[in-house]
C-alpha cells in the first residue's frame, strides 16, 4: 500500500511507484455514464442544443454507493420537503439497447428523485412534464428523432385539466403511482453532411474529414456528435492558424421517411494571424524579465494554439508558477499580428508533507519532506527529505544485516545560471540501503548544468561523487566513485502519465574518473526508448513499445562496485518477478548483479468504454555477467492490466505472471500506482 498527505500535490515519483509490487485486494468496477446531448424538440428540424450538465443525477449501483458513503449526502439531499407525495415510478421503453435504457433511465427526474418526494401535487406533476423534456434530450442524444413518450401519473396525463385532484385522491390509498412509456422510433443516421464556408456558402477545401468529426453519411446521428464537432472545427481552424475562427450557424434537418439527420454546418475561418508583442502580468515574485526570456516566440511568427500551449507547459515546469492564463487581443494589430497577454500566478512557496510505501518484495518506507518552490526569489526551489526503511526480509547476500534504512537528502535547482535555457541542478544525500544483493552506507552528490535545446531536446552535464562502504557476498568494501555523467533526453510525447504519440528517449554516458577498485577508465551507458502509436483517431488503441539496455565496460565485474551494476526484476522493469531476480548470481544462488542488461516491454492499451481500459501486456529482460547483453537466458512474463481513466491520468492496476520462472521466483506479481508502466 502506498500513502501520500502533503499540503499541496506535488509530482510523482515515477519511478518509486513503478518498483512497487504491492498485495492488494482490488475491486474493479465499471461504470457506463453515457454521454447526454441536448436538442430542440421539433420533430422537422432538430438542432442540438448544449449538453447536459456533468453533475445531473445518474442511477445504478455504483452511483448509489457513492451516495451513501458520501460525507455530504445529507447536505446534498436536504431537509424532506413540505408536504412530500411519495411516488413510484416504473419506465417502459420498447426495444432498447442497454445504451439507450441507460441514457433515458439517467436523464428521468422521476427515476433518479424517487427517493426524494416532491413537495405536494403541483410538486409532482411539475417532475412529470420536466422528464418529458429531459428524456427528449436522451433520445436526441442517442440518435432517436422520432420518439414519443407518454406519461401518465395515477393513470392521467399530467396536462389533465384535474390533474391535481387525481394525484390527491391516488396519494390517500399510498405511493402514487407514475408510468413513462417511451417508444423510441426508427434510430437516424446521418445523411447529407456539408462543412461550408459561412461568407460564401461553399464547401471549405481545408476542412477535417467527417469521419474525424464522428458525422459521417451512414452512421448514428447522435446528436452530441453534432455539439462536439463545433468544438472540432474551431480548433482545426485554430491550428490552421485562424485565431478567431468559429461556427456561425448551423442546420440540422430530420427527414422522417428516410429516417436520416441532414447537417450543414457554417464556419467563418476569419484571418491569418501571426504572433505579435507578448505582455505579461502577475510575475512580481520572480526576477523582472524571467516569463519575457523564456517565451521563444519571436514577432511574426505563425500563429498557432500549440506554440502557446508549449509554452504554457515550459512556464508550468518552474515550481514557483502555479498557472498560466493566456489571453489573445479580440483583434488584430495593424500587421496582422495577434497580442497576447500572459496572467501568471504564484503557487505557495513552501510545502511539508509525509508519504509512506509498502511492497511484499522491497519492504516498507515512510518518508518526510519539506520544500521551497521560491527559494532566493528567482525561481529556485529546494526539498529535503528524510527517509526511513524498512527491507522486510533478510537480505540474501548479507543475512545477518540490519534490515532497517535510511536517506537523507537534499535536492536544489536554480534556473537561468547561464541563459534562460541553463538549469543548475544538484541532489546530496546520506543513506543506508538494504536489499537481497548487498547493503551500503554511502555520502552522494550529484550536480550538474541541465541545458534545454528546445522543448523536446535537453543535455545534462554533471559531475557524480560516492564515498560508501557496501557488504555483500565477498565481505566489506569501501568504495571511492567520481564520474562525468552526459544524460541526454528527447521527449515528444503528448502526455507524460498516458501518452498516444510521440517518442521517448533518455541516455546516459558516464566515464569515470575512479570506480571503487577498477581505478579510472570504466564507462557506463544506458538507454531507454519508449514509442506510442494510436491506431484510431478517437485513440481508443494504443501501442506501446519500450525497449532498455545499458553496460559497463572497461572493467571486471567484482571491480565494479555492487551497487553499480545492473539489475533486473521487479515493477520498473520485468513484471512478475521479484525485485533484483532476474539478474547474475553466484555459485551459492545470491543475486550478485550484471555487467549489462536488457528489458523489453510491449502493451496493447485498449479502451473499453471512456473511463475503463484493458492493456494485455509482455514483457523480457534479464541482467548479464558480460559486458554486453548476450541475450541468454532471457526472462519473460505477459499479464493482463485494467485502467481507470481520470482526469489527472489512469490509474493502473497490472496482473504478471513469469513465463520461465526459476526455482526462487514467484507465481505472479501485482502492480499498482497512477499512470502507465512506461
Not at 436520416?260 to 523582472?288: C, K, N, Q
Not at 523564456?294 to 515550459?314: D, K
Not at 555487467?595 to 479502451?607: D, K, M, P, T, Y
Not at 547483453?629 to 485494467?642: H, N, R
Request: glycine content about 10%.
Amino acid at each position: 500500500m502506498a500513502c501520500c498527505v502533503t499540503r499541496e500535490l506535488s509530482r510523482p515519483d515515477r519511478a518509486l511507484r513503478a518498483r512497487q509490487a504491492v498485495l492488494v485486494v482490488a475491486l474493479a468496477f465499471t461504470l457506463l455514464a453515457p454521454g447526454i446531448a441536448h436538442a430542440q424538440s421539433a420533430p422537422s428540424n432538430a438542432e442540438p442544443a448544449p449538453a447536459a450538465s456533468e453533475n445531473a443525477p445518474r442511477p445504478g449501483l455504483f452511483n448509489s454507493l457513492l451516495n451513501l458513503f458520501s460525507p455530504n449526502r445529507m447536505a446534498d439531499d436536504g431537509p424532506p420537503a413540505p408536504d412530500a407525495t411519495p411516488y413510484t415510478v416504473e419506465i417502459d421503453i420498447k426495444d432498447a439497447d442497454r445504451s439507450l435504457r441507460n441514457a433515458v433511465e439517467g436523464a428521468s427526474s422521476l427515476e433518479s428523485l424517487s427517493h426524494r418526494p416532491p413537495s405536494g401535487a403541483a410538486g409532482l406533476v411539475r417532475r412529470a412534464l420536466a422528464d418529458r423534456n429531459n428524456i427528449t434530450t436522451a433520445l436526441y442524444g442517442e440518435g432517436y428523432y422520432a420518439g414519443l413518450i407518454r406519461i401518465r401519473i395515477a393513470g392521467a396525463a399530467p396536462e389533465a385539466a384535474n390533474i391535481f385532484e387525481i394525484v390527491e385522491a391516488a396519494r390517500k390509498q399510498g405511493p402514487v403511482p407514475v408510468r413513462v412509456e417511451v417508444e423510441p422510433g426508427p434510430l437516424f443516421t446521418f445523411g447529407t453532411v456539408q462543412i461550408l464556408d459561412a461568407r460564401t456558402r461553399r464547401p471549405l477545401a481545408d476542412a477535417p474529414t467527417l469521419r474525424r468529426l464522428r458525422l459521417e453519411p451512414g452512421q448514428p446521428a447522435l446528436a452530441s456528435n453534432i455539439v462536439r464537432a463545433e468544438g472540432a472545427l474551431d480548433d482545426h481552424y485554430r491550428g490552421l492558424g485562424h485565431p478567431f475562427a468559429r461556427v456561425a450557424s448551423k442546420d440540422v434537418v430530420a427527414d422522417h421517411k428516410t429516417s436520416t439527420l441532414d447537417v450543414s454546418i457554417y464556419v467563418e475561418p476569419g484571418p491569418v494571424a501571426t504572433f505579435g508583442r507578448f505582455t505579461v502580468s502577475g510575475a512580481d515574485f520572480l526576477p523582472p524579465g524571467f516569463i519575457e526570456e523564456r517565451i521563444e516566440i519571436a514577432p511574426g511568427t505563425p500563429y498557432s494554439p500549440e506554440t502557446l500551449n508549449r509554452l504554457r507547459r515550459r512556464l508550468l515546469t518552474y515550481e514557483a508558477i502555479a498557472s498560466v492564463r493566456i489571453e489573445e487581443a479580440s483583434k488584430l494589430d495593424a500587421d496582422g499580428s495577434l497580442p497576447i497577454t500572459l496572467i501568471v500566478e504564484a503557487r505557495k512557496p513552501r510545502y511539508v508533507g509525509f508519504s509512506g510505501t509498502y511492497s511484499s518484495t522491497e519492504g516498507a518506507a515512510v518518508n518526510a519532506f519539506w520544500g521551497h518552490r521560491n527559494l532566493f526569489g528567482g525561481g529556485e526551489t529546494l526539498r529535503l527529505d528524510a527517509q526511513a526503511s524498512w527491507f522486510g526480509e533478510k537480505s540474501e547476500a548479507v543475512p545477518d544485516a540490519d534490515p532497517f534504512g535510511y536517506k537523507v537528502s537534499a535536492s536544489f535547482m536554480k534556473p537561468g545560471i547561464y541563459t534562460a535555457q541553463d538549469d543548475l541542478v544538484a541532489q546530496a544525500a546520506v543513506l543506508r540501503e538494504v536489499t537481497n544483493a548487498y547493503v551500503r552506507e554511502a555520502v552522494t552528490l550529484v550536480a550538474g548544468v541541465r541545458h534545454r535545446y528546445s522543448d523536446d531536446l535537453s543535455l545534462q552535464i554533471g559531475i557524480d561523487l560516492e564515498q560508501s562502504q557496501v557488504e555483500d557476498t565477498t565481505g566489506t568494501g569501501d568504495y571511492s566513485i567520481v564520474g562525468v555523467p552526459f544524460d541526454l533526453t528527447y521527449d515528444t510525447r503528448d502526455n507524460e502519465l498516458d501518452p498516444s504519440r510521440g517518442i521517448r528517449f533518455a541516455g546516459t554516458l558516464e566515464p569515470f574518473a575512479y570506480l571503487g577498485d577498477a581505478g579510472a577508465g570504466p564507462v557506463m551507458v544506458k538507454g531507454a526508448l519508449s514509442a506510442y502509436h494510436a491506431f484510431d483517431e478517437d485513440k481508443r488503441f494504443i501501442l506501446a513499445g519500450r525497449v532498455a539496455a545499458g553496460s559497463v565496460f572497461g572493467a571486471g565485474l567484482y571491480d565494479i562496485p555492487p551497487q553499480r551494476r545492473f539489475y533486473v526484476g521487479g515493477g520498473g522493469s520485468l513484471r512478475g518477478y521479484d525485485y533484483q531476480s532476474a539478474s547474475p548470481r553466484n555459485d551459492d544462488g545470491i543475486i550478485i548483479g550484471g555487467r549489462s542488461f536488457f528489458e523489453a516491454s510491449l502493451e496493447g492499451r485498449i479502451r473499453v468504454t471512456d473511463t475503463i481500459g484493458i492493456v494485455p501486456f509482455f514483457d523480457m529482460g534479464s541482467a548479464y555477467l558480460s559486458e554486453w547483453p548476450d541475450f541468454d537466458g532471457l526472462k519473460y512474463s505477459a499479464g493482463v492490466g485494467l485502467r481507470y481513466y481520470t482526469a489527472i491520468g489512469p490509474l493502473r492496476l497490472d496482473l504478471a505472471f513469469p513465463l520461465n520462472p526459476g526455482p526462487d521466483d514467484g507465481d505472479f506479481g501485482l502492480y499498482v500506482s497512477l499512470g502507465q508502466a512506461f
